[in-house]
C-alpha cells in the first residue's frame, strides 16, 4: 500500500508468511516484485537470482552500492530505516545496563562483527540507551503517521 501510494499507481498485495516464500515466488517468476528487509533478498540478489530495484535507506548501504535509495529516485516518502536493538528487563540496575553496552559496543566495532554483520547487509551503528530510547519513540510516533494514512490500525 504505502509503495503504491508513493508511486500514485495502486497495487495488489499478498501477504507471505516471512521472506523465504516472497523470495522463491520472486526468483521462480510467480510474482513480479515484492518488498522486504536487504538481508533477506542481498544473498539472492548478488547471485543474479532476483535483482534488488531499490532501497529504502537514508544512504545507499556499503553492502550492495550499486542499489540506489528511494529519496534518491525521489521518493522520500519511502524512506524506512530499520533497526535492531538490545533490551534489558524493568528494573536492570544502571551499572549492568552500562556494562552491557559498553561490552556490546565493543563487539559491534570489531573488524571480525563488522566483516561478518556486512556479508548479511548489516550496517552495525552504536548508541546509548538514551539516544536508542529517543530514537525508539520517534520511530513509534512516525509509524502510527504511516499506518493511520493508510487506514489501518496495529493490534497486539
Known sequence: ??????????LKTATYKGASPLVA???????PAGTG?????LQH???SRVRIL??????????????????ELGYPAL?????YAFFGPTGLSPEVAA???????DTLEERDTIELLGQ?????????????AARLAADLVRWKTILDSLGLKATN
Open 79 to 83: 524512506e524506512l530505516l530499520n533497526w
Open 25 to 31: 515466488d520472486l526468483e521462480q517468476g510467480r510474482i
Open 99 to 105: 556494562a552491557w553496552e559498553s561490552h556490546l559496543r
Open 37 to 41: 528487509g536487504l538481508t533477506s533478498f
Open 120 to 132: 548479511l547487509g548489516l550496517e552495525a551503528e552504536t548508541s546509548t540507551g538514551q539516544e536508542c
Open 1 to 10: 500500500m504505502m509503495v503504491g501510494n508513493a508511486l500514485g499507481t495502486p
Open 45 to 47: 540478489h548478488r547471485g
Open 54 to 71: 531499490v532501497s529504502s535507506g537514508n544512504k545507499r548501504s556499503k553492502t550492495a552500492p550499486d542499489v540506489p535509495t528511494a529519496v
